[in-house]
RNA sequence: GGUCGCGUAGCUCAGCUGGAUAGAGCAUCUGCCUUCUAAGCAGACGGUCCUAGGUUCGAAUCCUAGCGCGAUCACCA
């Protein structure tokens, strides 16, 4: 139990008894003592005031004369203003950096009977993996880890997009502009060459766009005449608008128009139809360019370091969800409008009417959600709940989908979980900050990135000098394990519900808040107990009085259980990040003023290696959280 | 326009379930390698916690309004 928790209850009992009466426990609130007043634990005293009826100070008096001479290891106190500052004797520390060393998987929490799914990556096979990917999958595979060590079984997955209309553009444009190009006979990455097509189906797009509205702007129509009528709704509507930003959402709906009524756009449709229908020339060309996109991606994940225990692909689930709507059009939570769409009416909850079919019939996003969601609760039975780590930008959608379960009658949708986490900004040439953007070519290529990081690490190491003797492959593990540490940590440290901004030199900087200063930390200490011969814990009481840095230590290290699950309640690696970050630090700090190995006192030479070796495997085991390895030597 | 989110040092971020004089890193400037790894340590400089009200013993933290920024409101995913 934690000293706070111990200190409540015993406190709680001390006072009930000292003042003849019961005691709200909410009164009784421990907290950390501030660096500068001296003390280990402070009870704020002002709720306590008026049941004692004295002044805040007085009660303090009263109240910390009671816990020193009732509890044994509170040494001696303080009041300052309001505040009861306790000293809790050396020895308590000691025995409790005594216990940590006992244990094998400090920090890790007793098994429960929960089963969770993460969910996390999910990308669509259109386009390589970028930065966004990369923060969302060190953050998923850092919950799952979390959530693990929470005592809870985790399945790592995610669901593959790989169809939707989206996929059948870049499938188009490979026929029409392709000329065969493969990834063999072009050298170039599965996922890369795909990408390259989807780029090319959005230029011929917009150039047919532009072609159709300057027809349009003629008065040459050959098209529907809705289409026709809400055209010239909008123009008229538009050029009544006063305002630019009203005036820019009109000729935005108008160029959407334009667009869904370009003949590239129509083939598009129909091949998406011709691909539910399984007609095998599209159905085959399909399998063949995703099959190009995922031993592109499994590179990637291979390089990241993220794996998964199961897979979902959308053309498994799709139906599924489609049926789910059959079903729910049948039961009255879904109605149909005249073109034959299915939507849900979610005003009552706040939101607006969704469409969940589209008219001719085939699935849209969340149909398929459904569906997915539906499978994975029939693949694992007693799955408690989901985990779906997508961007905020998804918000409204989860909400959406959320609701729909819940409309459906399915009680696990309480269970499920959007882990929102934010986008990632890049600051420009100008200094300006903004998303980044394909059309300007500032998408920052997951690849590149990995590649551009292990090769700084590389240069800094070599520069460093500190690993003479290691054989080349050791080394390229070690580069790897420094550049890829440090781009995890930094994208893991920020709270992940918060949009960031991208930093390329501070992602491959070594020094200060970042994932090489801890891993330093490790291999100083791996350096420090290789050196030191045999000792135990069996003399660590006989230590007669701790100093400031290491009483901070234990301390420290004494949180750390406490921190697992406040990461594991908040889904946030960014908890255990700055926790790794703080006692890094403080080692360090220790490290640097006093010598472990020329200490003359053979208790405290061991007590510090003991404190040494346990900050070593606090750090192992955080950055493990993490999804980040340490290296022995660096 | 409706809804949701954000606004803390020059920059990137902690702190936000209310508690003492608001913390780190980067950047700038001082010191410290004959000593277990200086990827370090010690220190200096740097603040209208967006603004205005309110709640209370106490507000960066909670509430209301305003300003600014962003996301979303697709038969895209």
């Not at 109240?63 to 009861?84: A, C, E, P, R």
């Not at 998406?272 to 592109?296: C, H, Q, R, S, T």
């Not at 930390?521 to 814990?537: C, D, E, K, T, W």
Request: aromatic share 10%; glycine share 8%; charged share 30%.
């Amino acid at each position: 139990m934690s000293l706070d928790n111990k200190l409540t209850i015993k406190t709680l009992e001390l006072l009930s008894d000292f003042y003849e009466q019961a005691i709200d426990a909410n009164l009784i609130q421990f907290q950390k003592t501030r660096k500068d007043f001296e003390g280990d634990i402070t009870l704020v005293v002002f709720p306590l005031a008026k049941i004692a009826k004295k002044s805040p100070p007085q009660t303090g008096d009263e109240i910390g004369q009671l816990l020193v001479d009732k509890i044994d290891y509170i040494g001696s106190f303080n009041t300052v203003q309001g505040f009861l500052n306790l000293v809790i004797t050396d020895q308590y520390w000691l025995e409790e950096l005594k216990e940590i060393e006992t244990v094998d998987n400090y920090g890790i929490q007793p098994r429960t009977e929960q089963k969770l799914m993460v969910e996390y990556s999910s990308p669509n096979t259109n386009k390589p993996l970028h930065l966004g990917h990369l923060r969302n999958n060190f953050l998923g595979h850092s919950v799952a880890r979390i959530l693990e060590a929470n005592g809870h079984e985790v399945i790592k997955t995610q669901i593959i997009n790989d169809r939707g209309i989206h996929i059948c553009k870049s499938m188009l444009a490979w026929q029409r502009f392709g000329n065969g190009e493969t990834p063999e006979n072009s050298g170039i990455k599965g996922d890369k060459l795909v990408g390259k097509y989807y780029v090319k189906f959005d230029q011929a797009l917009k150039e047919e766009t532009e072609v159709v509205l300057a027809k349009w702007g003629q008065g040459e129509f050959d098209v529907e005449n809705e289409v026709m009528a809400e055209y010239q709704r909008l123009s008229l509507a538009a050029t009544e608008k006063e305002d630019a930003k009203s005036r820019k959402g009109i000729l935005d709906k108008i160029k959407k128009l334009a667009n869904n009524s370009t003949p590239i756009m129509k083939d598009v449709k129909e091949m998406l139809v011709k691909w539910e229908a399984k007609e095998p020339e599209v159905y085959e060309l399909w399998e063949k360019m995703n099959g190009w996109v995922y031993e592109g991606f499994n590179k990637t994940y291979e390089a990241m370091g993220v794996h998964f225990d199961k897979l979902y692909y959308e053309s498994d689930t799709y139906l599924k969800g489609k049926k789910l709507v059959e079903q729910g059009l049948k039961d009255n939570v879904f109605f149909q409008k005249e073109d034959q769409s299915v939507w849900i009416d979610l005003t009552d909850e706040g939101l607006d009417e969704k469409l969940v079919l589209r008219g001719d019939g085939t699935a849209v996003y969340v149909t398929q959600d459904m569906g997915t969601a539906q499978q994975r609760m029939e693949d694992f039975p007693g799955l408690s709940g989901i985990v779906y780590t997508v961007g905020n930008e998804q918000d409204y959608h989860f909400n959406v989908l959320f609701k729909i379960l819940q409309k459906l009658g399915y009680k696990w949708a309480e269970n499920c979980f959007h882990l929102s986490y934010g986008m990632i900004d890049l600051r420009n040439d100008k200094g300006e900050v903004g998303k980044m953007k394909s059309r300007e070519g500032t998408v920052v290529d997951a690849d590149d990135l990995v590649k551009e990081v292990v090769k700084m690490a590389q240069e800094m190491t070599e520069e460093r000098g500190h690993i003479e003797g290691m054989t080349e492959e050791e080394k390229n593990k070690l580069y790897q394990m420094i550049g890829l540490g440090g781009l995890k940590y930094y994208l893991l440290k920020v709270d992940p519900t918060k949009r960031m901004t991208f930093n390329p030199d501070e992602s491959v900087e070594l020094n200060g808040n970042t994932g090489p200063f801890i891993q330093y930390v490790y291999a100083r200490i791996s350096s420090l107990l290789r050196s030191a011969g045999n000792f135990s814990a069996q003399n660590i009481a006989e230590v007669d009085g701790l100093i400031d840095v290491e009483k901070e230590l234990v301390k420290k290290l004494v949180e750390y259980p406490q921190i697992v699950i406040q990461a594991g309640e908040d889904h946030s690696p960014a908890i255990i990040a700055n926790y790794i970050y703080d006692l890094g630090k403080n080692f360090n700090s220790l490290w640097q003023n006093v010598s472990v190995l020329k200490e003359e006192n053979q208790a405290k030479r061991e007590m510090r290696l003991i404190l040494s070796k346990n900050v070593a495997k606090v750090i192992k085991s955080g950055m493990y959280l993490l999804g980040i390895d340490v290296p022995e030597r660096m």
